[in-house]
């Protein structure tokens, strides 16, 4: 054991401050954490299918007025409803709207309903106070 060098005290720590070992660490550290975040558990929203609520309809549509009340879903198209094959985006808006009398008097048209992407569909008067919309997207 002559001749040779003698062992430093805390020889083990100098793995720690080599710059490659740290960044090496650092990275699979970061990766790790990474992962956690990618598989830690969330609530996704799911959009509503149907509903009376009219600030939803809102957001699907243009309303010329505002109802009294209103009832509404949403679905896929099949191709019986659209008369082509569906894309996987198509879907549809079936909506009974009840206006005011003087308010469904000013609906002219299904043109005033079309917001994007429900830019096709029908409207159809039930009396005086109530219209039911199809919209489709395109």
Do not use: C
Not at 2 to 19: A, E, M, N
Request: charged share 20%.
């Amino acid at each position: 054991m002559q001749g040779q060098p003698r062992p430093r005290p805390f020889s083990g720590l100098q793995y720690r401050f080599d710059q490659r070992r740290r960044a090496t660490l650092f990275g699979i550290a970061v990766a790790l954490l990474g992962v956690a975040i990618l598989l830690w558990p969330r609530d996704h929203p799911v959009a509503p299918s149907q509903g009376d609520d009219i600030a939803t309809l809102a957001k699907l549509v243009n309303l010329p007025a505002v109802p009294v009340s209103t009832h509404w879903s949403v679905g896929p198209i099949s191709a019986t409803d659209l008369g082509r094959a569906p894309g996987p985006g198509d879907w549809y808006l079936d909506a009974t709207i009840t206006f005011s009398a003087s308010d469904a008097a000013k609906v002219s048209g299904v043109e005033a309903f079309y917001k994007s992407p429900l830019l096709a569909g029908k409207l159809m008067r039930i009396d005086d106070t109530h219209l039911r919309l199809i919209l489709n997207t395109q």
